[in-house]
């Protein structure tokens, strides 16, 4: 294994002190990574021209604006923070995103998908991930502990920006987590990858949705944040309250008011679930 350089270790550890996610972390190196390579030169050796000659490059690729606008929040940390360059909060700029509305499947094209999904470990996770509303790093970090029948919530650890929270048990997802875990029977983590002692990854999921979008035919891209956006408007559309429906997905921009919009867990518990609306079932056929 190659060694980590002194630059690496400190962008590290300035994201750490930060309580910077680890896919935070991961994603903010990578990017800096990759456009070390690009100009075959030590990052620390470039400008903030050269970053604007990446971003460019990377326009020029036809990359998302969102991919792009990550790509400058992580070199907006390294020259800003790491390296001390406080100029580059100003000078590394972040591109308006288009505003586009969120691809959304109907209640019959969610059991057509999940219908569709290969292997119990990855149906029952993508099931947990409309279920619950989980994000897809949420939903492979899930705990076999973080499932509380008792009063039917889910513990979300380290959610985005690192806040943990609840979110509702369905009765129904809980029948198939149970018949999950009685064929499966996960030990620590709740879908565990190949090796056992690690989650399945989020490649691995989101693999496991483009297989199972082909095969139900839907015509549209699913990722398992699609699942969120379906969750979210299912339960729009049934007459949930919007600051409920904030709270289960854990939205950051509710910082400033979260404290008068969080519910106790009683009332997130008494929250049906989408999922309990639909029949389905979470062992794939022979």
């Given at each position: 294994?190659?060694?980590?350089t002194p630059l690496r270790r400190r962008m590290i550890d300035d994201m750490t ?39 460019l490059h990377l326009a020029g690729l036809g990359w998302s604006w969102s991919h ?219």
């Amino acid at each position: 294994m190659a060694q980590m350089t002194p630059l690496r270790r400190r962008m590290i550890d300035d994201m750490t002190v930060r309580n910077l996610s680890p896919a935070t972390q991961q994603s903010y190196v990578y990017a800096v990574a990759k456009f070390s390579r690009f100009f075959s030169c030590p990052p620390d050796r470039l400008g903030i021209e050269e970053v604007r000659a990446y971003q460019l490059h990377l326009a020029g690729l036809g990359w998302s604006w969102s991919h792009i606008n990550q790509v400058s929040c992580a070199l907006r940390f390294f020259f800003g923070v790491t390296l001390g360059r406080p100029e580059a909060f100003d000078r590394i700029i972040s591109a308006k995103e288009p505003k586009k509305l969120p691809v959304v499947l109907s209640g019959e094209e969610i059991v057509r998908f999940l219908q569709a999904v290969p292997g119990l470990r990855n149906r029952a996770a993508l099931t947990t991930a409309y279920g619950a509303g989980l994000r897809v790093c949420e939903v492979a970090a899930l705990k076999v502990g973080d499932i509380d029948s008792s009063r039917m919530v889910i513990r979300v650890e380290h959610g985005k920006g690192g806040k943990d929270r609840y979110v509702m048990l369905s009765p129904q997802l809980l029948g198939i987590l149970r018949a999950y875990w009685r064929l499966a029977k996960p030990a620590a983590w709740l879908f565990p990858g190949r090796q056992g002692d690690r989650p399945v990854s989020t490649a691995t999921l989101q693999a496991a949705c483009r297989v199972a979008a082909r095969e139900a035919d839907l015509g549209k891209p699913v990722t398992v944040h699609t699942l969120r956006h379906s969750f979210a408007t299912h339960l729009l559309e049934a007459g949930t309250d919007i600051r409920i429906i904030q709270v289960l997905l854990g939205h950051g921009r509710l910082a400033t008011t979260a404290i008068y919009t969080r519910v106790a867990t009683s009332v997130i518990a008494g929250t049906p679930s989408p999922l309990d609306r639909l029949y389905l079932s979470v062992t794939p056929p022979a």
